[in-house]
Structure formats: C-alpha cells, structure tokens
C-alpha cells in the first residue's frame, strides 16, 4: 500500500503508524524521509537464515563521522569499513 503524505501525517495521528520521532517537514507527497541513527545493527553472518535467529553488531558512528556521511550510498561504505574492524 502507498500512501500520500496527508495519509502518513492522519495515519501517524491516530496511531496507526508509529515514527517517533516524527517531523512534519520529513514527510514527501508519498513517502517519509527517514534519518539514520547514530547507532547501526549489522548482521554478523554473510548468509541468512530467516528461520534462525541471526547475530549481530551493533556500530556506534561517532560524531567526528556523521558529516562523512550525506548518503545511502556513504552510509553503506561506512558500515563495510567499520563492521569487521
């Protein structure tokens, strides 16, 4: 289901959904901009399993890095560097 961005903003009202935190100005005609936490979990294992309860690694991004980071793209290459060192 898409739905509008007046939709996201009722729904999110009456509860249904839950963004917390929510900010107005982060919701698109169809979507929500969500933000990335300091804080990222990476699965430890390469092959998964959905069956199997999978392991994983938290990785704290410090705040001298978070300017590095200004996409998905930054985002992902940051996470491979630091999650096996």
Known sequence: ?????????????????????????????NSYNFRLGRTVKVYENDVLDPKVRQPTVSIE????????????KDAVEYIKAHAKA
């Open 1 to 29: 289901m898409i739905l509008t961005g007046p939709e996201i903003i009722r729904q999110h009202g009456l509860g249904t959904i839950r963004i917390d935190p929510f900010n107005v100005d982060q919701v698109n005609p």
């Open 61 to 72: 991004i410090p705040d001298e890095d978070t300017e590095q980071i200004k996409t998905v």
